[in-house]
């Protein structure tokens, strides 16, 4: 079956740059979602079709993709942005939307 | 603006149905899809299914395709997933959500299903 692949933690000190991956077979063709969860809460999309920041999501948060591999970059990292980031996408046929594993952000 | 209410808790038992409500209010005119999406207590994310709001038509994730039903009332704006034969892996909270796309822009509070003999 199908599968995202995040890797599982990210840790950056404030200020610096976090970058989050997103892996899969079918993101070349296939917009990617990202979302930011907090403890608690529901998520909050952050990225939408791979580079368009939804309103009130800050400048800090880019999207850019490459072949198989879709990245989320946190520049300035500030430590209201410690949470969980999950990526979601289309399988290849539109059959269905799957997430990603996710990854925590820590910052340090 | 669009705002989603979901329906309260639920304690169900093994082998039991479930129906959890959402209900759209708000600039619903920009709706086109409602997804359903429940996490685990410290679990990741898992895709259950969506329904496009113009067409009634549903997809569902790979594992649960035989046992939930998602629908969606015109008439009062409120979706409903259905979830069949609950076992005690579908303790979860359940969230509905909604956007102008597949990106969901507007979430439901989560509704926690607990399962448990």
């Known amino acids: 079956s199908y599968e995202l692949t995040q890797p599982p933690s990210v840790s950056v000190s404030p200020g610096q740059t976090a970058r989050f991956t997103c892996s899969g077979d079918?993101?070349?063709?296939?917009?990617t979602y990202w979302y930011q969860q907090k403890p608690g809460q529901a998520p909050v999309l952050v990225m939408d079709?791979?580079?368009e920041r939804p309103s009130g999501i800050p400048e800090r948060f880019s999207g850019s993709r490459s072949g198989t591999t879709v990245t989320l970059t946190i520049s300035g990292v500030q430590a209201e942005d410690e949470a969980d980031y999950y990526c979601?996408?289309?399988?290849?046929?539109?059959?269905?939307?799957?997430f990603g594993g996710g990854t925590k952000l820590t910052v340090l | 603006q669009m705002q989603l209410v979901q329906s309260g808790p639920e304690v169900k038992k093994p082998g039991t149905s479930l129906k959890v409500s959402c209900k759209a209010s708000g600039s619903t005119f920009t709706m086109s899809a409602m997804q359903w999406v429940r996490q685990a207590r410290g679990q990741r994310l898992e895709w259950v299914g969506w329904i496009v709001v113009g067409s009634g038509h549903t997809n569902y994730g790979q594992k649960f395709q035989d046992r939930v039903t998602i629908t969606w009332d015109m008439s009062t704006s409120t979706a409903y997933m259905e979830v069949n034969t609950l076992r005690a892996e579908d303790t979860a909270v359940y969230y509905c959500?909604?956007?102008?796309?597949?990106?969901?822009?507007?979430w439901g509070q989560g509704t926690l299903v607990t399962v448990s003999s």
């Open positions: 079709k791979d580079t």
């Open positions: 079918a993101l070349p063709k296939q917009y």
């Open positions: 979601q996408s289309p399988d290849s046929t539109d059959s269905y939307l799957m």
């Open positions: 959500a909604t956007g102008d796309g597949v990106g969901a822009t507007v």
